[in-house]
């Protein structure tokens, strides 16, 4: 039963434009959660963060959405670069039940190709 | 600043042996995840230490077996190895507290023959 759910695999995006990748989640309990980068043969690159308690976030070219009520989160990317290629993991938390950022439930990853 | 590094990179057993992997987390972080990557189940959380102590464990068989030194590495073992233990498994480490990012090794890839 997988909780963190990435129903994507791939996604592929002209350079320049916007990458919008999805995560829907199932656990109501889940307060915290992430974005991750990997490239090949390297582990898994911290890009940015949401609480429950927001709605938003920013950093740079990358922003993360949150809808609680859908249970869905999203990363916009924008502009799109060809070194954003790389397969994007979402991951979830309860960090008020428990948990911590070093018990995540990730998701399969949905590998993004960004086209020159 | 070193990043977290994993030993052995690469490593091929059989069926039934036992395997040790080894993480050395970066310099000052006391909290130390294990994570085992597949192409089926994709990134799944195997267990947590903090200060020598697990703090969390994931939903995985007692043949995963895990421990942190004072000097925070840690290691995993896995023993009477099946086919289905090839995968990618990855250390993470973090600073102290539940709310630090973690930051990923680069994984040691077990196939097991």
């Known amino acids: 039963d997988q909780q963190v759910k990435q129903n994507s695999p791939s996604l592929s995006v002209q350079e320049g434009r916007i990458s919008i990748l999805n995560c829907d989640y199932t656990?109501?309990?889940?307060?915290?959660f992430l974005w991750y980068k990997k490239y090949p043969a390297e582990g898994p690159t911290f890009l940015i963060s949401?609480?429950?308690?927001?709605d938003k976030n920013e950093d740079g070219r990358f922003t993360v959405f949150l809808n609680k009520s859908a249970k869905h989160l999203s990363l916009h990317i924008v502009p799109s670069q060809p070194g954003d290629s790389a397969v994007y993991f979402c991951?979830?938390?309860?960090?008020?039940?428990?948990?911590?950022?070093?018990?995540?439930?990730f998701g399969k990853g949905t590998k993004l190709s960004v086209k020159p | 600043k070193a990043g977290v590094t994993q030993t052995p990179r690469y490593l091929i057993k059989t069926r039934g042996q036992q395997v040790t992997l080894s993480c050395s987390p970066i310099s000052g972080h006391r909290s130390v995840s294990w994570y085992q990557q597949t192409p089926g189940q994709g990134l799944q959380f195997l267990f947590e230490y903090f200060s020598e102590t697990q703090r969390n464990k994931g939903n995985f068989p007692g043949r995963f077996s895990g421990r942190q030194f004072s000097n925070s590495r840690s290691e995993m073992n896995v023993s009477t190895l099946e086919l289905g233990d090839s995968a990618l498994y990855l250390c993470a480490s973090s600073l102290d507290t539940s709310t630090d990012t973690q930051y990923f090794g680069p994984g040691t890839r077990l196939t097991v023959l």
């Open positions: 949401i609480s429950s308690i927001k």
């Open positions: 991951a979830a938390s309860m960090m008020n039940y428990g948990g911590s950022q070093g018990n995540l439930i």
């Open positions: 656990n109501s309990m889940f307060d915290y």
